[in-house]
């Protein structure tokens, strides 16, 4: 009788302490095994009609096509360098991929996609945006004196290269304000991040960085008007005002930034680094960020898509030896709206 009611009162006591114990921002939901894929990945794309998720393995000199109601490969494109960005169009069903090594821009189309024309940029050809009301890619490549590092804008109607914009080094992520008609670009090498107006297809503004540097992935949050910028030296996330680049906070981050995500449900920000972490933040009403805490993965786990239709984040877990590569699926923490 007396154990029990000793029970009861640490019960009564730790309840309170129990029940205030926030839910971790990212839980495993399952892994998808790639058999026969090795190396790291770099951007992803998904087709959520078709429940579809493309996966750039570069490593692998390929792109996987997984189908998310069976987690099995539907297909892997291969003849590829170094597969980078991604990007699926719906309205026209088609996919679109930078290739760093063969300088190119690739477009694939049909059931099973197959090779539907391609384009030659230069090398290092990396992360690209669409923006569905002009029907264009922005898309990033070159970087040395041989490649001068630029963004090509692609007409996807004729494929073909309508613009060209010259910025100081390679150009990283590429994020886009559909209701502002801008494009954001991250400028690594020169510590800044560019803004190229659509209605005047110029550039607008650079915005040079002071808390950190070295800025590989971006994350456009709309309803907070804010751009927020993953830097490696030192690992810093920081919040840019969208509308003038100025600072409005930072907090620490892992070191390799090199995916981004904003999560508008939850008001959360995901930062994936190759050291192995995927970090979460909580923006506060005035714009603050707030450590959530650290997602272990796997060294050389880079990046990733979150997909805020489905809740979830895909993580790219490279493969070696006989290890194949894997794609982590995770769930937000909570269904809590944005505070």
């Not at 794309?45 to 490593?59: I, M, P, Q, S, Y």
């Not at 400028?187 to 070295?214: M, S, Y």
């Given at each position: ?98 290739d760093g090594a063969l300088g190119e821009l690739r477009v694939y ?30 898309v990033g490549h070159g970087g040395d004196a041989a490649n001068p ?6 007409d996807t109607v004729h494929f073909s290269i309508v613009a060209s ?175």
């Amino acid at each position: 009788m007396q154990r029990t009611a000793v029970s009861l009162a640490l019960f009564v006591l730790c309840a309170p302490f129990c029940q205030a114990q926030p839910k971790a921002p990212l839980t495993l939901q399952q892994t998808i095994l790639l058999p026969g894929v090795t190396g790291k990945f770099d951007h992803f794309a998904v087709d959520t009609e078709r429940n579809l998720l493309f996966a750039a393995a570069t490593g692998n000199h390929s792109v996987e096509v997984i189908d998310l109601k069976t987690n099995k490969v539907r297909q892997s494109i291969t003849g590829l360098g170094k597969p980078h960005g991604l990007e699926w169009v719906a309205a026209t069903g088609s996919l679109y991929v930078a290739d760093g090594a063969l300088g190119e821009l690739r477009v694939y189309s049909g059931t099973p996609l197959a090779l539907a024309g391609k384009l030659k940029l230069s090398d290092d050809a990396d992360d690209m945006v669409y923006d569905e009301a002009s029907h264009s890619l922005f898309v990033g490549h070159g970087g040395d004196a041989a490649n001068p590092p630029k963004i090509a804008v692609v007409d996807t109607v004729h494929f073909s290269i309508v613009a060209s914009f010259s910025v100081a080094t390679h150009p990283e992520a590429l994020e886009i304000d559909p209701g502002g008609r801008r494009v954001f670009v991250n400028v690594a090498g020169a510590n800044e991040v560019v803004v190229i107006d659509l209605a005047t297809r110029a550039i607008a503004a650079q915005w040079k960085l002071t808390r950190a540097g070295d800025n590989v992935p971006l994350a456009y949050d709309d309803e907070d008007g804010l751009l927020y910028v993953g830097c490696r030296t030192p690992g810093t996330l920081i919040a840019l005002d969208s509308a003038t680049g100025k600072e409005m906070g930072s907090a620490p981050a892992a070191e390799g930034a090199d995916d981004l995500f904003y999560d508008a449900a939850l008001g959360r920000v995901y930062l994936i680094s190759g050291v192995g972490e995927v970090d979460s933040y909580q923006v506060g009403p005035d714009k603050s960020l707030h450590p959530l805490g650290t997602l272990l993965t796997a060294a050389g786990a880079k990046t990733g898509l979150f997909v805020p239709a489905q809740k979830l984040l895909y993580v790219g877990i490279p493969g070696a030896g006989a290890q194949p590569a894997q794609i982590r699926v995770y769930a937000t923490g909570t269904t809590q709206e944005k505070p």
